[in-house]
């Protein structure tokens, strides 16, 4: 009887820590509609829901509102998601509190494809030449990456990551390459501003876009939390288990570099989000995908929110947001390190 009852408090436990956090998150969502350079009152907002849909440019708040604002806020609650689920994906995968999103190179790839995109933009009248180029070479380089890990012999797992550096590397040293060879007036800043991440090519097209990839990957994730516990045991226990692992993987790095290349592709390089906020979740509900995923979603999501409304308000011109999301999420990581003192991954 004791058993049973410290049971359903260890599934009470998580199950409210996620309500919590889901509230949290609704409320950041609304706190984001009203701040910004262009402040909106309450009784303002209810009166911009008001106005149809064909009077939107007429008016100049609902234009920047719903044109704007809105799409900015979903676009960084998207990318925050997405992140924070494939970060929490690969550590548990790879069993090792380390990992980011970028583990097999995947960022460094977007970032040589948007270089190459920004110097072949004045050619092409593409507008998504940029991104296009950045998620190809996001999936070459994980293809890349699992490649030459096929192609190794050793532990999977091991040359898994160690494949990631290699290209990783590889894609970093193109990319210096190319910023030494731009242009330092024209093309040099454009880089180097795209890769510090940011929310300021948001519009409803390029987050339709980008939602099309990422629910069903998310989904999928969330449907696959209980073989991500199996898989996080060790190929040898998760093969007697009936699990074929070779092929889970495939599959799970296929669905996480999908997000991650996608979300780069149009919001650039935003760190410590994939390596921070899954360390945070498994502090709150347990080591347990089932709920240490859906919690990574809903503080990812609402960490970048509002790492994005510093960004766009903290300053006269808009701060890249992979500067807020290094100098505020890694003094708090620190202070999660001492105070739970890896418990989590014990």
């Not at 939602?211 to 040898?236: Q, R, T």
């Not at 919001?267 to 921070?276: C, P, R, Y």
């Not at 509900?285 to 990812?300: N, R």
Request: charged fraction near 10%; aromatic fraction near 12%.
């Amino acid at each position: 009887m004791q058993r049973v009852l410290q049971d359903n408090q260890n599934k009470t436990g998580p199950k409210l820590n996620i309500f919590i956090s889901t509230i949290l998150v609704f409320l950041i969502f609304g706190f984001s509609l009203f701040w910004g350079r262009y402040h909106i009152e309450p009784l303002e907002l209810v009166q911009l829901f008001a106005i149809a849909p064909a009077e939107w440019l007429n008016s100049p708040e609902a234009s920047v509102f719903y044109y704007i604002r809105l799409p900015r806020i979903f676009l960084a609650m998207t990318v925050g998601a997405a992140l924070a689920a494939a970060g929490s994906l690969f550590q548990g995968m790879f069993r090792n509190p380390l990992v980011s999103p970028d583990i097999l190179g995947v960022s460094s790839g977007c970032c040589l494809g948007a270089a190459l995109g920004i110097l072949l933009s004045r050619y092409s009248a593409n507008p998504y030449l940029i991104q296009v180029l950045a998620f190809s070479f996001g999936i070459m380089a994980m293809a890349m990456a699992y490649g030459i890990a096929r192609l190794s012999r050793g532990e999977p797992v091991v040359m898994l990551i160690l494949s990631g550096m290699v290209v990783g590397g590889f894609f970093s040293a193109a990319l210096s390459f190319i910023k030494y060879a731009a242009d330092p007036y024209e093309d040099l800043p454009a880089i180097v501003f795209w890769i510090m991440g940011g929310f300021y090519r948001a519009n409803w097209e390029v987050l339709f876009n980008l939602l099309l990839v990422v629910i069903p990957c998310i989904a999928l994730l969330v449907l696959l939390a209980w073989k991500i516990n199996i898989i996080s045991l060790g190929d040898e226990e998760a093969s007697s288990l009936g699990i074929n692992v070779r092929f889970l993987r495939l599959l799970l790095i296929s669905v996480a570099t999908l997000m991650v290349a996608a979300c780069v592709s149009v919001s650039g390089t935003i760190g410590w989000v994939g390596l921070v906020v899954p360390h945070i979740a498994r502090m709150l509900v347990g080591p347990d995908h089932k709920f240490s995923l859906p919690m990574s979603i809903l503080i990812g999501g609402g960490f970048v929110m509002l790492m994005d409304n510093l960004a766009r308000c903290l300053s006269s011109s808009e701060i890249p947001i992979s500067i807020l999301t290094a100098a505020i999420g890694t003094p708090f990581f620190a202070y999660l390190l001492i105070k739970g003192r890896g418990n989590a991954w014990r």
